[in-house]
C-alpha cells in the first residue's frame, strides 16, 4: 500500500494557512459552493435530519444546511477553516478532528455531505468506513469531487503547463480525480457499504477578468499544486504563468473577459 504520510501531512499544514484559506474562498469557493448546494438537495434533507457536513471547510455549506435541517454538524481539520465556520454557522455543532477517525457515536446522522473533501483526504477508504459507521441504516451520503484534465478546460490548462515544465510531483499522492469517475466511485462506495444512487457532471465555469486569473487561482488556493510551483525556481514559475496566461488568452476570451470550464461530480449513495 502507496504511504500518503507526508501527503496527509502537507495538506494539514496547508489547509491552516491563512493565506491559502483566504485565496481559496476568493477563487474557489464561489464554485465549490454552487455544486455543494445541489448536493445538499440531493440529500432530502427535512427540518429533523440529522447532518454531518464532513470537511466543512469555512462553513458556508454547513450555514445552508442549517436552513434546511436543526440538527446539523461540521467537522474539519484545519482550526483556520473552522474559525471562519463559527462566524457563518454558529447555530451548527462544529468540531476540529480527522474525517478518517471521526468523534461521534455509531448511526449518529441521517445524512452526510463531503463537498470536495475526498480528494484531500490520504485513506478514501478509512474516511468512507467512518461515513458507513456514522451514518443510520439508509442513510445517504452526497460527495462532490472535481473532474480531471480529460474534461477540464481549468486542470487540463494547468496539469499540461505545470508538469510540462516542473514535472510531477515529488511525492506520492492519492488520485486527486478518482472519484469523479462513476465506475471508481462506485467500487469505492460499494466496498463501504454503499448503494450508489447517482453520479452526474456538474458543468461549473471560471470567470476570469485577466488571462494569469487561471494561474493566479492554483498558485494561491489550492495545496499541492502550490508547493510544486513555489517550490521552482523564478524563471520556471514565470514560464508556467506565461504559457497557462497565454492558453487562456488564446482559447477562453468572452467580451466579458475569460472563461473556464471547470466541472465537477456529485455522486450519492445509501448505506445498505
Not at 444546511?65 to 481539520?77: H, K, M, P, Q, T
Not at 459507521?133 to 487540463?156: H, K, M
Amino acid at each position: 500500500m502507496t504511504d500518503f504520510a507526508e501527503f496527509a501531512e502537507r495538506e494539514r499544514a496547508g489547509w491552516q494557512d491563512a493565506e491559502i484559506v483566504v485565496a481559496y474562498v476568493e477563487y474557489i469557493a464561489p464554485l465549490t459552493e454552487r455544486a455543494g448546494e445541489q448536493a445538499l438537495m440531493a440529500l432530502n434533507i427535512a427540518p429533523d435530519t440529522e447532518v454531518l457536513d464532513l470537511c466543512c471547510g469555512q462553513g458556508e455549506m454547513t450555514r445552508r444546511a442549517c436552513e434546511l435541517s436543526e440538527n446539523v454538524a461540521g467537522l474539519d481539520f484545519s482550526e483556520t477553516m473552522l474559525e471562519r465556520a463559527a462566524r457563518v454557522a454558529p447555530m451548527a455543532d462544529l468540531r476540529e478532528g480527522d474525517a478518517a477517525a471521526m468523534p461521534y457515536a455509531d448511526a449518529s446522522f441521517d445524512a452526510v455531505l463531503c463537498n470536495f473533501g475526498i480528494p484531500h483526504v490520504p485513506d478514501r477508504t478509512a474516511v468512507l468506513s467512518e461515513i458507513a459507521r456514522v451514518l443510520r441504516p439508509g442513510g445517504r451520503v452526497a460527495l462532490t469531487s472535481w473532474v480531471g484534465p480529460d474534461g477540464s478546460a481549468a486542470f487540463a490548462t494547468a496539469v499540461t503547463a505545470i508538469q510540462g515544465m516542473a514535472g510531477p510531483p515529488s511525492i506520492p499522492q492519492p488520485d486527486f480525480f478518482e472519484f469523479s469517475r462513476g465506475d471508481a466511485a462506485e467500487t469505492r462506495l460499494s466496498q463501504a457499504g454503499f448503494q450508489l444512487q447517482s453520479h452526474e457532471v456538474i458543468p461549473l465555469v471560471l470567470d476570469l477578468d485577466r488571462p494569469d486569473g487561471l494561474f493566479q487561482l492554483f498558485a494561491n488556493a489550492t495545496v499541492g499544486i502550490r508547493m510544486l510551483i513555489q517550490s521552482q525556481e523564478p524563471p520556471v514559475v514565470d514560464a508556467i504563468r506565461d504559457a497557462m496566461a497565454a492558453e487562456v488568452e488564446r482559447e477562453y476570451r468572452v467580451p466579458e473577459g475569460y472563461r473556464v470550464a471547470m466541472p465537477a461530480t456529485i455522486t450519492v449513495a445509501s448505506l445498505q
